[in-house]
């Protein structure tokens, strides 16, 4: 299958190397289209430098990416990207599109605000299969561990509906044999009481995101699970039409 990886960290984020491999490994043609600088909570924003009708586009890739893999950087945002991808932007189609591996955790509320999240989304959108993928320092060390987390997941994605949905993947910056496994995860919620306002703020500063959000989320959920060493995946859904639990007022203008 070819496959299309991007991110919000830029073309020279290391955490495109380990999602590319795994990527390779599984027998697709891949080709890297990241940003030529960081987009880091740009959401599903579609910024870009057009350039004789299309992207502007530069050489770049990150280092320790295989040759096998092509590589440009592209003058967009990372959901400008996935857009131009889904349109044949970068001479094909892609049937999958990943998204990462983010420098940083990807969880509960923050999905919102991701560049990586939005760039899968908006592929999703189009009916591309799509993955988000983040590990839970903004310093990772163990890009082992994700590989090795992804490479049991890719497999999975071709069988993703195709209704907006994309999977959103948190994987622990630890050894591999510290990995407890990966678990089903709700995205978690804040906390709602002024004593955690201090490690809300401290997170969204780029803090040390783990003791933030180990202590305001349920033990069901990403944020907490990852503080506990377990890789997370949860199904993340773009805007739907969505009447559950609320009635719509309507009204006829002439009665």
Not at 8 to 17: A, E, F, K, Y
Not at 188 to 201: S, W
Request: proline share 7%; glycine share 10%.
């Amino acid at each position: 299958m070819r496959v299309l990886i991007t991110n919000d960290d830029g073309i020279d984020s290391p955490g495109l190397v380990p999602l590319a491999h795994a990527a390779l490994a599984a027998g697709h043609e891949v080709l890297v289209a990241a940003p030529n600088k960081e987009y880091s909570g740009a959401a599903a924003s579609l910024q870009g430098e057009p350039e004789d009708g299309g992207f502007r586009i530069r050489e770049g890739r990150p280092d320790g990416l295989d040759d096998a893999v092509r590589s440009v950087a592209v003058h967009a945002s990372p959901a400008m990207i996935a857009y131009g991808a889904a349109m044949g932007a970068f001479g094909f189609v892609p049937e999958l599109l990943l998204s990462g591996i983010n420098l940083g955790p990807n969880v509960g509320p923050a999905v919102v605000h991701s560049g990586t999240v939005g760039a899968a989304l908006t592929a999703a959108a189009m009916s591309i299969p799509a993955l988000a993928a983040s590990m839970s320092t903004l310093d990772p060390t163990h890009w082992e561990t994700a590989e090795s987390v992804l490479a049991r997941v890719l497999p999975t994605m071709p069988e993703l509906p195709r209704d907006g949905r994309v999977l959103n993947v948190n994987i622990p910056d630890v050894p591999v044999s510290e990995v407890r496994g990966l678990r089903r995860a709700v995205l978690g919620r804040y906390a709602a009481e002024p004593h955690h306002a201090a490690d809300q703020v401290r997170m969204l500063l780029g803090g040390d995101a783990i003791v933030a959000l180990s202590s305001q989320f349920a033990d069901d959920s990403d944020g907490f699970l990852l503080s506990e060493n377990w890789a997370t995946i949860s199904l993340v859904r773009g805007p739907v039409h969505d009447l559950d639990g609320y009635d719509l007022p309507e009204f006829d203008a002439h009665n």
